[in-house]
């Protein structure tokens, strides 16, 4: 059994929402994470997949120790970087990048892209000089971007060349670990394409071992080799794509692979038939459902759904859901 | 007659540099009950085509330089605002990408639906809450007669999107324009509200326009489909043509771009396409597409290429088409 590169066990998040009562206590908390297991190994791309509101990002963000767990531990290769502060963290942030969705707000518009790229190495104690312009320009070279593109500022791009951009500054540090945070979804469907296969290209060039955050899953069934659904805060189903996308065993990964539009007007008919069966909206995270979360839209919901919380089991070697439905093969 | 007949549309916008064409020479026709899908990346133009025939987009700073829109006969781009708001409601009516900007947030959804009925008619107050009720109730929302009281960030965003569509269907329009109409809403809450504006075409009996960029979404409800390119319409074609034998290099490389969920899985490229998007202060000469085809010749770039006919209703503007 290879060691995974990233593992989080029990890995949990509350958010306090609204007006704080007496002594300080919040009135409501919102548990955007609840209780995640999930190993990443080295060089692998896992893609984490689920509606608004899953939790995703947050769980992407806990990963990287951009939002601190309310519970449970986060492990980077052999350290456990969960209670990590000052020097250690920092030292630790540059093995884990994270690339934003809106290439136009995570850049800032008045600073020219050698700068906006050099700043993680400044930010890491490098001085902003020779060196570091080299760095710069082997990056953009890497991502795609003439040399002239340093003295340039973002609004002089398109949207996937600034997703370039962004790309270049996760790099610089020569991260092992990115997360990826809907990285196309904010591009046009023609530009798509180019910067999924840059990602393929530099994971495979550098080394790096991605978690994909993504709505699309057509997209994350191209570019991981495992995937992770989300739903509520709670990772429902994990498994190779070959069989997540063939055999999807949870009502939920079902009824999002349905949901999908088809590809040929020739199928409208099926499709509409296929994803008939699920209705409503994803509930608030500030009132998850009884038992399983998804009970309340699911269409094989039974009492004991609502009453207890389906555990994660493992069905078949890599396989993991958490439903009542399926038992062991 | 047709219900929606646009001819040698140009719409234009100044800007600090000059006036720039947002769309150009669009021509198409739309009957009664049909669903035509427009599908274009930005720039194509393919919402300002939209806006145009809505009478919605200020002018100044935007023009139509050229072209004509027939609505029913009635010639709407001579029509001034107040005319037109005639128009729009029973005539034309549209929803946006982003339902909760198109929301008032102080008022319920009961009254800004009833205010769309008795902008349009005489509608008493009983009669109007009892019309309202029942269109929340025909676009999918639960416990209809309660929720007329909830303001619009009580609801999600799919359920924003059905009141916006209860809004639009309000005064029982013969044109329903949706534009992106499920591009912010995830992806089982898309399928669902796709089915229903497929449902209300079938009980209105309106015709719908489908602005998207989403192939996906065209494949699940166009009849027929125009492609935008750079303000340009780069083909037409019944919704089986564009799919069974897209014509313009284009329409082509879009539909393989778009990784599907039922291709055999191989490791490797997806096919993209090179380049990015012309802006439209620059827009290349000649063929739009030509600096981003791989079919391109010399003469691509001297003309803009003609429309050219490839079967029954069914055109590209390409001079490559054999190639």
Redesign the interface.
């Known amino acids: 059994m290879m060691t995974p590169l990233v593992e989080a066990t029990g890995l949990s998040r509350d958010f306090a929402l609204g007006a704080r009562g007496l002594f300080g206590r919040s009135r409501h908390v919102l548990r955007a994470v609840d209780r995640v297991d999930l190993a990443i190994l080295p060089g692998e791309t896992v893609g984490l997949v689920g ?2 509101g899953s939790g995703k990002s947050t769980l992407g963000r806990l990963l990287i120790r951009l939002v601190e767990p309310t519970a449970g531990r986060i492990r980077f290769g052999a350290e456990d970087i969960t209670r990590l502060g000052g020097r250690a963290l920092a030292e630790t942030r540059r093995a884990m990048q994270i690339v934003f969705q809106d290439p136009y707000g995570a850049l800032d518009p008045r600073m020219p892209v050698e700068q906006i790229v050099m700043e993680p190495l400044r930010i890491h104690g490098a001085r902003a000089d020779a060196a570091a312009r080299r760095a710069v320009a082997e990056m953009l070279d890497l991502v795609g971007l003439p040399p002239r593109a340093a003295r340039r500022f973002p609004h002089e791009f ?4 600034r997703q370039r951009i962004g790309i270049a500054r996760a790099l610089i540090l020569r991260p092992q670990f990115v997360v990826a945070d809907e990285p196309v979804s904010a591009l ?7 910067i ?2 840059l990602l ?1 290209d530099l994971q495979r060039e550098l080394g790096l071992t991605y978690l994909f955050i993504a ?5 994350v ?2 570019i991981a080799s495992r995937v992770a659904v989300m739903y509520l805060g709670k990772i429902v189903e994990l498994a190779e ?2 069989a997540l ?1 063939a055999e999807p065993l949870h009502p939920y990964t079902q ?14 008919a099926a ?2 038939v296929r ?1 008939a069966e ?2 409503g ?2 509930p608030s995270a500030l009132a998850i459902p009884s038992g399983c979360r998804f009970h309340p839209r699911c269409p094989h919901a039974m009492a004991l759904c609502r009453e207890r919380e389906p555990a994660p089991r493992e069905v078949r070697p890599g396989h993991v859901v958490s439903c009542h439905l399926v038992n062991p093969a | 007659m047709s219900l929606l007949e646009v001819a040698g549309l140009t719409t234009t916008f100044a800007t600090e540099r000059g006036e720039i064409a947002a769309v150009e020479e669009v021509n198409f026709s739309l009957e009664a009950g049909e669903v035509l899908g427009v599908v274009g990346e930005s720039g194509s133009g393919k919402s300002v085509t939209a806006l145009t025939v809505m009478g919605l987009l200020p002018r100044p700073p935007a023009r139509i330089a050229a072209g004509s829109v027939r609505f029913a006969g009635q010639e709407l781009t001579s029509l001034s605002d107040r005319e037109m708001r005639r128009i729009r409601g029973p005539g034309i009516a549209m929803v946006f990408q982003e339902p909760m900007t198109s929301l008032n947030p102080v008022f319920t959804i009961g009254e800004q639906i009833i205010e769309t009925i008795r902008a349009h008619e005489r509608a008493g107050a009983a009669a109007g809450f009892a019309r309202t009720v029942e269109l929340l109730e025909k676009v999918g929302i639960p416990s209809a007669a309660e929720r007329m009281s909830a303001y619009p960030h009580q609801l999600s965003g799919g359920q924003r999107q059905r009141v916006m569509l209860a809004i639009a269907l309000a005064c029982r329009p013969r044109l329903l324009i949706a534009d992106e109409p499920t591009t912010a809403l995830d992806v089982t809450i898309q399928a669902q509200i796709l089915d229903l504006l497929l449902d209300l075409r079938d009980e209105f009996g309106m015709a719908l326009i489908v602005i998207t960029h989403n192939i996906g979404v065209i494949a699940e409800t166009a009849d027929r489909v125009l492609v935008m390119y750079a303000g340009r319409i780069v083909e037409e074609a019944p919704v089986a043509g564009i799919f069974d034998r897209p014509a313009h290099p284009y329409t082509r490389a879009l539909l393989a771009s778009a990784p599907a969920l039922d291709a055999p899985l191989a490791a490797g490229h997806l096919p993209a396409i090179p380049g990015t998007l012309p802006d439209p202060r620059h827009r290349p000469p000649g063929c739009r597409f030509a600096p981003r085809c791989e079919l391109a010749i010399p003469a691509c770039s001297a003309a803009l290429p003609p429309l050219t006919a490839v079967g029954p209703g069914h055109a590209a503007s390409c001079i490559r088409l054999g190639a």
Request: net charge positive.
């Open positions: 509606e608004s398109s949207g996937g060349q046009d469907v023609s530009v798509q394409a180019q999924i296969n393929t709505h699309d899953l057509a997209v069934r191209h794509k070959s996308y009824a999002l692979i349905a949901a999908v539009p088809v590809r040929h007007p020739s199928a409208r499709g509409r994803r699920l209705s909206d994803v």
